[in-house]
């Protein structure tokens, strides 16, 4: 799990990718992937087969955050949302700012015994919080600038069977293409496998729809999606230890699902079948409709989507590294 950590702890909010972009460039060299990185920064690995099909296995690496918006004179930051940060969750929580130099913070939260009843229930805006580094706006101005991105500042954390973290979505997917690129150094491939980390899922799928000119077959997205937990219960979530999800829908094949139903069922694999909520909710809408190719969705449930402290099974990321190299290995296996 040490890789996955260190991924976690990589900050990359979406426009803002490019410290994990190098670590995701480097793993894919060191696997012997033909490498290609995008002006958008897109991130491709291409192992070459033998037989006339390619495989996309895409997993966006950007995460939700905010961006500094303003200094007031006294050093008070006020920030804006990148991608779908929750108000509910900042209250008093401690933040990194990349500047030109990390700088730590904490949004400042009014204490209840000084609030009038009235407002005790109302969630402020992004706009209207204040992040608080305890330093003045002189001293701030070597460090930060109006533009730097804000990385929620939360270590990981192993429970057992489960992993606690900020942007698990979709660094779980990405820990999945990364494994699967130690898979490829080693294996012959049959079909050709082009393992693809995209910018920009978190404001609009934007890495996805970045048009580029590798052709190939069949495009797997791999992305995170809903646990069933406390006050999130109903036909849109899923069981944490239920298994992977397989993505049904108007953007993805059933035929191609039903292979990969076939290769979890002969290989043990727990799965369960999901009704996409939004034709638009991952990059499969970007692939869909821009190719001619099919599309598929693998998912793993995750609690407390889009806060600091996401939660994901660990087998569950193992389990779709192993439906995945299977799926690969049943177009001929080792040559």
């Given at each position: 799990m040490n890789l996955l950590i260190d991924i976690l702890k990589t900050p990359s909010v979406s426009g803002y990718e490019s410290g994990l972009k190098n670590v995701i460039l480097d793993k894919f060299k060191e696997y012997g992937l033909i490498t290609a990185v995008s002006?958008?920064?897109?991130?491709?690995?291409?192992?070459?087969?033998?037989?006339?099909?390619?495989?996309?296995?895409?997993?966006?690496?950007?995460?939700?955050?905010?961006?500094?918006?303003?200094?007031?004179?006294?050093?008070?930051?006020?920030?804006?949302?990148?991608?779908?940060?929750?108000?509910?969750?900042?209250?008093?929580?401690?933040?990194?700012?990349?500047?030109n130099?990390?700088?730590?913070?904490?949004?400042?939260?009014?204490?209840?015994?000084?609030?009038?009843?009235?407002?005790?229930?109302?969630?402020?805006?992004?706009?209207?919080?204040?992040?608080?580094?305890?330093?003045?706006?002189?001293?701030?101005?070597?460090?930060?600038r109006i533009g730097d991105p804000i990385f929620f500042d939360v270590e990981p954390e192993i429970m057992g069977n489960y992993i606690s973290s900020p942007a698990i979505d979709n660094k779980g997917g990405l820990w999945v293409l990364l494994k699967l690129a130690q898979f490829l150094k080693s294996y012959k491939a049959v079909p050709s496998v082009i393992l693809r980390a995209t910018v920009q899922e978190e404001v609009g799928c934007r890495g996805a729809a970045n048009r580029v000119d590798d052709l190939y077959d069949l495009a797997v997205v791999i992305d995170a999606t809903f646990a069933t937990q406390h006050l999130?219960?109903?036909?849109?979530?899923?069981?944490?230890?239920?298994?992977?999800?397989?993505?049904?829908?108007?953007?993805?094949?059933?035929?191609?699902?039903?292979?990969?139903?076939?290769?979890?069922?002969?290989?043990?694999?727990?799965?369960?079948?999901?009704?996409?909520?939004?034709?638009?909710?991952?990059?499969?809408?970007?692939?869909?409709?821009?190719?001619?190719?099919?599309?598929?969705?693998?998912s793993y449930p995750i609690f407390n989507m889009h806060t600091p402290n996401e939660v994901v099974a660990?087998?569950?990321?193992?389990?779709?590294?192993?439906?995945?190299?299977?799926?690969?290995k049943k177009f001929g296996g080792n040559k």
């Open positions: 002006p958008l920064g897109n991130i491709s690995g291409k192992r070459m087969g033998t037989f006339p099909y390619t495989i996309l296995i895409d997993a966006h690496y950007d995460q939700i955050g905010l961006i500094v918006k303003k200094i007031e004179e006294n050093g008070m930051i006020r920030a804006q949302n990148v991608g779908g940060v929750d108000p509910r969750v900042l209250f008093n929580l401690p933040l990194k700012i990349f500047g130099e990390i700088v730590k913070a904490v949004v400042a939260t009014k204490p209840p015994h000084l609030q009038k009843t009235k407002n005790k229930n109302k969630i402020p805006k992004i706009s209207e919080f204040l992040i608080d580094t305890g330093l003045s706006k002189k001293e701030l101005s070597s460090k930060i999130a219960d109903d036909d849109h979530t899923f069981p944490i230890v239920g298994g992977l999800t397989i993505m049904y829908g108007p953007n993805y094949s059933k035929k191609i699902n039903e292979k990969f139903e076939n290769v979890a069922s002969n290989n043990h694999i727990k799965f369960q079948r999901e009704v996409e909520e939004s034709v638009y909710g991952t990059n499969a809408y970007r692939y869909s409709v821009s190719g001619n190719h099919a599309t598929c969705g693998i660990i087998p569950t990321l193992l389990s779709i590294v192993e439906l995945l190299t299977n799926f690969i």
